[in-house]
């Protein structure tokens, strides 16, 4: 089989995807894009467009910002990584805007307080809003891609990473549209891949994209991964229709000042909402839920009429309007719940990861040759992210991992293919169309959809989290008896094939640290340890294959002596 | 609770495997506020041999999952699910296969006509910029295609003959401050004259193309 032959591999076409090609490529690397949707697409497509900037106020400074990470993280940040984000958050709409997006400005052409956000968990405003949303992000990354020298490959699925010696030797993929293998050989791949919520399908907001696939592609490779049981849930999202379950409704800093939450019994469960983080309302939630307080369609009520009696109040509608939240609103529960006029039902859904692979200040992994930036990286937000940073952390790291994997690839002689390994892993992919086996792959990944948001939730215990390891082995033994359509170009079943044997894996390690860590912290809420204990637990969980199984450590949070 | 079953048809095809366009149904369940996506999804669940067909957002922010019902381009994710409705891959567009439209014609197009603002490298931010209403309503294009499969002048894969959707590409830089390339130039070359101005070019997401787009660049007031 021909392989192809680069420098540098990035995977994944969303926003640190792109910023790593473009600036890999400008600094005189031959680079290869590829990405399983359209160049440009992943869940920085479908985002409110809102990036965490800095100094826009005279009393903003990257110091003030640190601290809100870690305020906002619960101290579980990676400190180096947080530093780089406060740092240079300055640069993230800079970046955005060379590559040709356009932030909403002032009368006087500038960027000033009337014209940006304070995100929830943010102390100042600093955050702006970019023409068009994410959509517009979105166009001027695949417009600076096309004025790149890189090599793009659309709507390719990257099966397997190879590596020689404990180093990266390149990748086996499969080009859906074509329906053919795809062998590159590259002495660095940078990971973009994004995060995993469309493991908690119908409960994400996320892309159908988004299935974890870096995770478990770095792990098999050998690289680390860690805190990958912090998985973040917004707590506002629609609880029916079924077409529309799991669709964002809000976040915490959108609620307004009376913004109220109310169990079935219309009891009062939490206010002063706005200024709580993400995590905090979660899991107010998931505990309510799990009591069993819920309303007949799963959900909590979201209160929002008596912001109609103030001005801040009706602001915060305002907001809700421009951001689109409201027409969705309205298509799930009418029209009077457009007008406030009544409570939303609402209930948690998955809207990123803040743990994924381990790595150093320039996205460098502990396997050599191999770099992780955006969602696939793990350490910047800790135990919660903020509001808005997500997509100012994908221009930031996104350039440095660029940066770091071009010079690594100057410096680097080629290891050889592993051409046997590249031959079974494309054969292995070859095999599975008119595969007659047990099982439709889409029936497993439902199932582990299903066992993941039932079982490793927004509240989780040793009980439950146990047998979701158990029943994960069994669909995992289950998933080698597969039966899919013969179709080799644009199969839904093979893709969805190839994303479950990742999303095994994944799962597995999500799974497995969330049993690891026994305390509450962000994101992470265990019923059995429903405090954080930062005696014990103020430590990362650092995931690694070892002997062909998965190794779990604790060790000191890094950086910290 | 069991759900009132309708049914649907859906246009499949496999240009590569030599299967002309044939209609087929299905039962799909039709509860309160089911979309056309959603009995897509479901079709896929349970049937062996499912149509093929894109899903991304759910949520009308992608674009991905743009079809033809009852012959008009709509988002399937936003679309109310309706008995006996005839689903199609979009029109005047390249089928891949059953409802997924190819796609890899368009960031050639970017490349061939350089749509993309020139490289300033990174500078003093933020530089002081004035853009007008209508590059914020255009950067929100979600690239669904609807607009191509809705204008009877576009043929797809001939660049002298563009559409809509070319026009709303070339437009975004037209309203870009920064941009200083002739973008009507382009638009000539991409056949723009041959717009009758019939405005079938109607967007799911109520984008103004032939005000914001077609017409300025047309030089039509």
Redo the contacts between chains.
């Keep these: 089989m021909e392989a192809r032959e680069y420098d540098i591999v990035c995977i994944g076409a969303g926003g640190a995807g792109v910023t790593a090609a473009i600036t890999a490529a400008a600094a005189g690397a031959r680079v290869l894009l590829l990405s399983k949707d359209p160049i440009g697409y992943g869940n920085t497509r479908i985002a409110v467009g809102v990036v965490a900037s800095c100094g826009i106020l005279p009393a903003d400074s990257p110091d003030v910002f640190y601290e809100d990470l870690v305020v906002g993280g619960e101290h579980l940040n990676n400190p180096k990584l947080a530093r780089v984000m406060a740092e240079e958050a300055a640069l993230a709409p800079a970046i955005a805007e060379s590559q040709g997006a356009l932030f909403a400005r002032d009368a006087g052409g500038g960027i000033s307080r009337g014209v940006a956000m304070r995100a929830g968990g943010h102390r100042y405003h600093r955050s702006v809003k970019a023409h068009g949303k994410g959509i517009g992000l979105s166009q001027a990354l695949r417009a600076a891609a096309a004025r790149s020298a890189v090599d793009v490959l659309e709507e390719t699925v990257t099966v397997r990473l190879l590596s020689d010696g404990g180093r990266i030797a390149g990748l086996v993929a499969w080009d859906l549209a074509a329906g053919a293998p795809v062998v590159v050989r590259a002495p660095a791949v940078i990971l973009a891949t994004g995060g995993l919520g469309w493991m908690y399908y119908p409960h994400t907001d996320c892309m159908r994209s988004a299935t974890g696939d870096g995770y478990a592609l770095g792990y098999e490779a050998g690289a680390e991964l860690v805190d990958m049981e912090q998985v973040q849930f917004l707590p506002f999202s629609c609880t029916h229709p079924a077409s529309m379950v799991g669709i964002f409704l809000g976040e915490p800093s959108f609620v307004g000042p009376q913004g109220r939450l109310l169990d079935a019994h219309e009891r009062e469960l939490l206010v002063g909402m706005e200024t709580m983080t993400r995590a905090q309302v979660s899991r107010v939630m998931a505990l309510e839920l799990r009591k069993g307080n819920g309303t007949k369609h799963g959900g909590l009520l979201l209160d929002l009429r008596q912001n109609l009696e103030t001005p801040r109040g009706r602001a915060a509608w305002q907001t809700m309007k421009d951001v689109g939240l409201l027409d969705i609103a309205k298509r799930a529960y009418g029209p009077k719940a457009y007008a406030w006029q009544e409570p939303w039902d609402v209930v948690p859904t998955v809207h990123f990861h803040m743990g994924g692979l381990r790595i150093d200040e320039h996205g460098a992994t502990s396997l050599a040759g191999l770099y992780a930036a955006g969602e696939a990286a793990g350490g910047v937000h800790g135990a919660c992210r903020l509001g808005s940073v997500a997509l100012a952390e994908l221009f930031v790291f996104g350039r440095r991992a660029g940066l770091a994997a071009a010079e690594f690839a100057r410096g680097a002689d080629r290891p050889p293919l592993p051409r046997d390994e590249a031959a079974e892993a494309a054969a292995n992919v070859a095999r599975l169309p008119g595969a007659r086996g047990e099982h439709r792959p889409v029936t497993l990944v439902r199932q582990l959809q299903r066992l993941m948001w039932d079982k490793v939730g927004a509240v989780r215990d040793e009980t439950e989290l146990s047998a979701a390891v158990a029943e994960l082995r069994s669909l995992a033994d289950q998933a080698r008896s597969l039966r899919l359509g013969p179709e080799r170009r644009q199969s839904l079943d093979l893709l969805d094939a190839l994303e479950l044997r990742l999303m095994l894996l994944t799962a597995d390690i999500v799974t497995r640290s969330a049993l690891c860590r026994q305390e509450t912290r962000g994101a992470h809420v265990r019923a059995d340890y429903p405090d954080r204990d930062d005696a014990r637990w103020l430590a990362n969980i650092v995931a690694r294959r070892q002997n062909g199984g998965l190794s779990l450590a604790v060790e000191p949070l890094a950086g910290v002596q | 609770m069991t759900d009132h079953m309708i049914s649907i048809s859906v246009e499949r095809s ?1 240009p ?2 030599g299967r002309e366009p044939a209609i087929e149904t299905y039962e799909v369940p039709a ?5 056309v ?2 009995a897509l999804l479901h079709i ?2 349970t049937c ?3 149509p ?2 894109r ?5 009308q ?4 999952c743009a079809v033809d019902v009852n012959g008009r381009p709509r988002l399937a ?2 679309t109310p699910l309706r008995k006996g409705m005839v689903i199609r891959p979009l029109r005047r567009l390249p089928v ?3 409802l ?1 439209i ?3 014609w ?2 050639p197009f ?2 061939r006509f ?4 020139r ?5 003093e ?7 007008p209403a209508e ?2 309503r ?6 669904c295609l609807s607009c191509l499969a809705a204008c009877p002048s576009f043929e797809a894969g001939r660049d002298e003959i563009g559409g809509p959707y070319h026009f709303v590409k070339l437009a ?1 830089l037209y309203w ?1 401050p920064r941009d200083g390339a002739d973008r009507r130039a382009q638009a000539a070359l991409l056949g723009i004259a041959r717009c009758p101005a019939c405005r079938k070019c109607a967007c799911p997401l109520g984008i103004p193309v032939y005000r914001a787009a077609v017409a300025p660049l047309a030089g039509v007031r």
């Design positions: 496999d590569e495997r509860e309160a506020g089911a979309t996506l959603g896929y669940e062996e041999s499912s093929a067909f899903c991304g957002c759910r949520n922010d992608c674009g991905l994710c936003i891949a296969r059953d997924i190819d796609r890899r368009i960031m970017l490349e350089d749509l993309f603002v490289d300033g490298g990174l500078r931010w933020p530089p002081r910029l004035s853009a590059h914020a255009l950067a929100a294009c979600t690239e975004q870009d």
